[in-house]
T-cell receptor
Framework: KAGVTQTPRYLIKTRGQQVTLSCSPI?????VSWYQQTPGQGLQFLFE???????NKGNFPGRFSGRQFSNSRSEMNVSTLELGDSALYLC??????????????FGAGTRLSVL | AQSVTQLDSHVSVSEGTPVLLRCNYSSSYSPSLFWYVQHPNKGLQLLLKYTSAATLVKGINGFEAEFKKSETSFHLTKPSAHMSDAAEYFC??????????FGSGTRLLVRP
């Protein structure tokens, strides 16, 4: 079974631009969560989608948004990029039901650099 | 607030010696706890999870962790370190809304 796939792996953008990151969950998983990892703040939760609905949201500004499609694939969008948005963005999927419903499996991440 | 505290930012051991990575949690109830490992330029891999079925939890690659409610601890151990164990380790808890809350991480260095 294929794992969580994130594309692209690396991105370089300039301040003020916007960016879209993609995440394909493990087949059969219905929940997708997004996390930001920076040296200063560590790993922080952005949001979670389940069956195309945002079920949970972290403490990030509205410039950070996401969506989930009917095939459970998810995208994350960051508008008006700031230097501080430079980070590794990790996506995790979980089944969403059953005994292991909340165990999250992570992709390799997308490293975003904002210049 | 619910949190996890990893007591050491860096741990250095010699190959073949035991590993101990310390984690304490704050909670008013028995939490769901996890250990994840992150190798350089890689995502997070689940090592093991505690969900109240047993206090001693065995994970992959010879790692195990013991849940001690009286000490609010969930330390990660391995009897004998291998060079390939060098990585960053995260103690993680799941909050009541199923979000993951991460500790600050412990970087494990394994000396030959």
């Amino acid at each position: 079974k294929a794992g969580v796939t994130q594309t692209p792996r690396y991105l370089i953008k300039t301040r003020g631009q916007q960016v879209t990151l993609s995440c394909s969950p493990i087949s059969g998983h219905r929940s997708v969560s997004w996390y930001q990892q920076t040296p200063g703040q560590g790993l922080q939760f952005l949001f979670e989608y389940f069956s195309e609905t945002q079920r949970n949201k972290g403490n990030f500004p509205g410039r950070f948004s996401g969506r989930q499609f009917s095939n459970s694939r998810s995208e994350m969008n960051v508008s008006t990029l700031e230097l501080g948005d430079s980070a590794l963005y990790l996506c995790a999927s979980s089944p969403g039901s059953g005994t292991a419903k909340n165990i999250q499996y992570f992709g390799a991440g997308t490293r975003l650099s904002v210049l | 607030a619910q949190s996890v505290t990893q007591l050491d930012s860096h741990v250095s051991v010699s190959e073949g010696t035991p590993v101990l990575l310390r984690c304490n949690y704050s909670s008013s109830y028995s939490p769901s706890l996890f250990w994840y490992v992150q190798h350089p330029n890689k995502g997070l891999q689940l090592l093991l999870k505690y969900t109240s079925a047993a206090t001693l939890v065995k994970g992959i690659n010879g790692f195990e962790a013991e849940f001690k409610k009286s000490e609010t601890s969930f330390h990660l151990t391995k009897p004998s370190a291998h060079m390939s164990d060098a990585a960053e380790y995260f103690c993680v808890r799941m909050d009541s809304s199923y979000k993951l809350i991460f500790g600050s991480g412990t970087r494990l260095l394994v000396r030959p």
